[in-house]
């Protein structure tokens, strides 16, 4: 079965960086597409960043551009999210999610203060 778990989260000054790592296991992690999406308190979830099966194409939401970078690593199972410069606004739990599937892992908070 599809299990994912995510980590690297943490507090973080403004202005700082964090990188998420986000385990897959229980399906053939190089056939999908794969997600970061977060969720502020009393927000709704949001996506964030995805990356096709291979790498070769990443998109991102216009509150992370140029900051955030999607990558994977499929020979580790793993999809990473390095975040720089980071704002009191990207505070939220991350989770990471794969295309297809209706399954969520228990995420990673991100905390940005001062």
């Known amino acids: 079965q599809v299990h994912l778990v995510e980590s690297g989260g943490g507090l973080v000054q403004p202005g700082g960086s964090l990188r998420l790592s986000c385990a897959a296991s229980?399906?053939?992690?190089?056939?999908?597409?794969m997600n970061w999406y977060r969720q502020a308190p009393g927000k709704e979830r949001e996506l964030v960043a995805l990356?096709?099966?291979?790498?070769?194409?990443?998109n991102y939401a216009d509150s992370v551009k140029g900051r955030f970078t999607i990558s994977r690593d499929n020979a580790k199972n793993t999809v990473y999210l390095q975040m720089n410069n980071l704002k009191p606004e990207d505070t939220a739990v991350y989770y990471c999610?794969?295309?297809?599937?209706?399954?969520w892992g228990q995420g990673t908070q991100v905390t940005v203060s001062s």
């Open positions: 999610y794969a295309q297809g599937f209706d399954y």
């Open positions: 229980g399906f053939t992690f190089s056939s999908y597409t």
């Open positions: 990356i096709f099966r291979t790498g070769a194409y990443t």
